[in-house]
Each structure stands twice: as C-alpha cells, then as structure tokens.
C-alpha cells in the first residue's frame, strides 16, 4: 500500500514506557504526509489524559487534548471511544487507513468505516491472553468487543505468530489478511560501545513496566546470592509502574540498596544512549497460562539485544527460543536457584559473553521497524 498522500490514523492505549504504538507513529511521520495519532492512557499510568497529534510534513501542527485519565475502566473505556468517534467524525477529509491498537479502538475504526468516514481498518493485537480479566462481566465484554474487531476489520496485525494462531484457530482468518508484526528496533538511535567497556561491567539493566508479572520481585530476591559470587554485580530497574513502591521497600529490606538501584523513567532517546554502555539485559518473565508475555514479542528483549546486551530470560516468550538456539545468552528457568546461576555465569565468562554479544548484533541487525512496517504495508492490498 502507498502511503505517501494518505491520511492515516493510529490509535493506541499506552504507557511512559515506549512500544509497538509510538513506533509505528515515528515510521509513518515519514511516509505519510497527514497523520493523525490518538492516544489514550491505561489507568495505572501517570499519563494526563486523552490526546490526538495532527502531523503534517512530519511535524506536529497541533493537538486536540481529551478527557483526563480516569481510575474507573467502564467508564473510561466509552469516553475513550466517544473521543475517537466524535475526533474522526468531525474530520473534513475521509481517513484512507485506520489502525486500531486494541479492540476498542478497532470496534470505533470499524464503526467510523461504516459511517463512511474510513476506507480500510488494520486491528493491531500487541497482547493476548486466554483469560483478559478475572471479573466475568468485564472478560466477556472484551471477548466479544475483540470477536468483533477479528470479524469486520481488512486487516488483522498480531505481534506474534502464537496470537495470530490463536486468532486464526479462534476466528478462521484469511491467511492474506493475517499478518505478523514482529517487534523491531530503532538501531539508528544506539549508542556506540566498545566490547572492552562492556566486559568490564557488572551491571545488570531491567527496564520495564513494574507490574508483577515481570518477575522483578525474584530478581531482587536473587540479588542477595548474585553479589556472594560477583560483589560487584549491579541491577539497574529502569521504569515505573503500580508495583515500584513494593519492590522498592523489597530493596531495602534486604538491605541492597547499593546493589539495586531504581532508575525511573528514561525517554526512548537517552535509554538508547545509556543501556548499551552496560552487560547484560533481564526479562525474568512469570511462567503463567495468562501472562501476555507468552503471546507476545515483547519489546525490551529485542531493545536489550539491539543495544548490544545478551539477555538473561526466562523460558516463556518466543524469542527465548532463539536466545537458547543461537546463544544470545541464557534462558532459566523462573525460580532463584536457575536464575542466579544464568546471571553469575553471564557475570563472570567473558568467552561466553563475547560469543552472545556477537550473535546477539547479528540477530538483531534484521530487526529494523522500518523493514517490519515497510513489509506490512507492502503486503496489504
């Protein structure tokens, strides 16, 4: 599909933390020349409120500032599609592309087409679980908001191949019209690092949204047996979320707060300067049925190896598997004993550092959002 001279529209849920939805907006800033990108905020961010950016030539000309962000999620689930409808209704120009992130900014795309406002609608899926939400009423109403959603749009994007085939075994999909959308990275924005640098750290990064099924807690847990073996090691956390406050006080109660140190918020820019001056990138996921890091292709995994860190993962996303085949690092198992002894081992066998950081650049040079996107849009008709 050309872009150029299109109007397209992104919509997405998001976070402080930078994903699959600000990417795609910093690909089409440069391929189209009218975007519009509409965000709104999950309720366990700090996220004011509900935006939309009208780019033009690559430049934001102006914003349309929404509803605040709001604790009660029915609520703030129908404001965040009254904002869509009434946004994308009032528009002089009909949009030639709508791409929802999420099924309720997919069933608005798909109800905005229907009122002739959209040409085609892509739903891009960046997370799925068997089971949304423990509350029956709310996991029914989203399951039938995501049927919806798989049933009417042109184009289904899932971020991996275990959601598209959970979408196709689910919906019966056509296979032209299902398509994978892998995570990428911005290799443009690294920071150059030298492997002497990197071997002589001890450092540990772990950048995330602090929620509990991130296994930060285990990390931190580990920590007191990482630093018998290498007093040196660090764990940097770099991120916020609902969970901070209680992995903080975890910190200080095992008296290691020389040793872990909570970083905060970095902007995408100043963490691709930072993280690639350090060893060894973490994502100690929980092994859950309904961890969405099953389904997923998570991003920092990707981000870690780009910025030149081997990982440390545990064996519930994809990429683990490749991380183990290659090796770009060491994949564990979720619990203290497997995951002190990957990290130690990491911390201290330069050999094998070397050859995870060599295979980890390798495999991360086919991992530009641009040819991800470029191939997408090529793909569709």
């Known amino acids: 599909m050309e ?13 402080e933390v930078y994903g699959p939805v600000q990417a795609l907006r910093n690909y089409l800033v440069k391929r189209t020349g009218d975007l519009i990108y509409i965000t709104h905020p999950f309720s366990y961010s700090k996220l004011e409120g509900s935006a939309a950016e009208f780019y033009e030539n690559g430049k934001v000309e102006r914003t349309v500032k ?4 709001g604790s009660n999620q029915p609520i703030q689930w129908v404001k965040d599609m009254i904002f869509n409808l009434t946004l994308v209704f009032g528009l002089k120009t009909k949009t030639n592309i709508f791409v929802a992130i999420d099924n309720l900014n997919a069933m608005t795309a798909i109800i905005l087409k229907w009122l002739g406002k959209v040409d085609k609608v892509a739903y891009y899926i960046i997370d799925h679980t068997p089971r949304r939400f423990k509350n029956p009423v709310f996991n029914w109403f989203y399951e039938s908001i995501d049927g919806f959603a798989c049933k009417n749009s042109d184009y289904i994007w ?20 299902n398509l994978v959308v892998p995570v990428g990275v911005e ?3 690294v920071d150059k690092f030298t492997v002497e640098e990197k071997t002589e750290k001890k450092t540990m990064i772990l950048m995330s949204m602090l929620d509990e099924t991130k296994g930060v807690q285990l990390l931190i847990d580990s920590m007191q047996d990482i630093i018998k073996e290498v007093p040196d090691a660090e764990l940097l956390i770099i991120g916020t979320g609902p969970y901070e406050p209680d992995l903080k006080e975890q910190a200080k109660n095992l008296k290691l707060e020389k040793s872990v140190k909570f970083l905060g918020l ?4 100043s963490l691709f ?6 060893r060894i990138g973490m994502a100690p996921y929980i092994n859950d049925a309904n961890n969405y890091s099953w389904y997923a292709d998570p991003t920092k995994p990707k981000e870690y190896l780009g910025c030149g860190l081997p990982l440390v993962i545990t064996d519930v996303p994809w990429i683990a598997e490749e991380v183990a085949k290659r090796p770009m690092g060491i994949v564990c198992k979720y619990e ?10 990491m911390l201290k066998d330069d050999d094998f550092y070397r050859l995870c950081l060599e295979n980890s650049l390798e495999f991360a040079a086919g991992l530009s959002w641009t040819g991800i996107y470029d191939r997408v849009f090529d793909e569709m008709k």
């Open 66 to 69: 929404g509803h605040k962000r």
């Open 266 to 269: 970095m902007d995408h820019d």
């Open 158 to 177: 899932s971020l991996s191949k275990r959601i598209a085939d959970a979408k196709n075994a689910k919906f019966k999909l056509k296979a032209a019209n």
């Open 187 to 189: 290799l443009d924005k």
């Open 273 to 278: 300067k930072f993280i690639p001056h350090h």
């Open 3 to 15: 872009l150029k001279g299109k109007q397209v529209i992104v919509a997405g849920h998001v976070t």
């Open 336 to 345: 203290r004993a497997s995951l002190v002894a990957a990290c130690v081992k």
